[in-house]
């Protein structure tokens, strides 16, 4: 089955812990996409890639790290995680084939910081 | 900076009714636009896709227009039904890679 897969779906931790959500697509897509979703605010882009080793910053990159080392895995880093970070994370990909750009979501990453 | 606005943001109608959620956005120099579903609590499922050169795209019930130089799109979905009750999302993109929102429509079908 075509998907996205996101580890871990739920994860509570403390300020400062430095932790990583992993992203994981079996669709071969080029493109891969971290968002956050926070009431009031919508889905904000957080990176992007476009391909191995090619990273790009969205709208509010402060605070996270991605690294694109394999095509199927697109990892983000939390490296002193803190409250205001609390939020649901949706990592998304999508390909340069025929439906260009159609970009497929993870079923989400709730993470709350205390 | 590319701004996307979704109205209304609220919306309820009785089934069975035809109904237009809008999409409008500030910067007309787009690469496709991507409208969404997403239920409480979950994920985003995508409805349709529409790259710049084209004007409609059509699913089923769903049909979402593009209107480039007005910075316009509306998502129509005809005969409504219970399950359309979620929150509808749109997606613009200028270049492959990087997407901007809107803080969608919640939608509510009652029977």
């Known amino acids: 089955e075509a998907q996205v897969t996101q580890n871990p779906r739920y994860l509570i931790t403390v300020t400062g812990k430095k932790l990583t959500v992993t992203c994981s697509q079996n669709?071969?897509?080029?493109?891969m996409s971290w968002y956050r979703q926070d009431p009031g605010l919508g889905l904000r882009q957080i990176y992007y890639?476009?391909?191995?080793?090619?990273?790009d910053k969205g709208d509010v990159p402060e605070g996270y790290k991605v690294s694109r080392k394999e095509k199927r895995n697109f990892p983000l880093i939390l490296e002193s995680p803190s409250p205001n970070q609390t939020s649901l994370y949706f990592c998304?990909?999508?390909?340069?084939?025929?439906?260009?750009?159609?970009?497929?979501f993870g079923p989400g990453t709730r993470l709350t910081v205390l | 900076k590319q701004e996307v606005t979704q109205i209304p943001a609220a919306l309820s109608v009785p089934e069975g009714e035809n109904l237009v959620l809008n999409c409008s956005f500030t910067?007309?120099?787009?690469?496709?636009l991507q409208w969404f579903r997403q239920d409480p609590g979950k994920g985003l499922t995508s409805l349709l896709l529409?790259?710049?050169?084209?004007r409609e795209q059509t699913s089923g019930r769903l049909n979402a227009s593009l209107d480039k130089s007005s910075g316009r799109s509306t998502l129509y979905i005809a005969a409504s039904q219970p399950g359309d009750s979620a929150t509808y999302l749109c997606?613009?993109?200028?270049?492959?890679?990087?997407?901007?929102f809107g803080d969608g429509t919640t939608l509510t079908v009652k029977p």
């Open positions: 997606a613009v993109s200028p270049n492959a890679g990087k997407s901007t």
């Open positions: 998304a990909s999508s390909s340069t084939g025929f439906s260009y750009n159609e970009q497929f």
């Open positions: 910067d007309s120099a787009i690469y496709n």
């Open positions: 669709m071969n897509h080029e493109y």
């Open positions: 529409i790259q710049s050169s084209q």
């Open positions: 890639s476009m391909n191995v080793e090619v990273t």
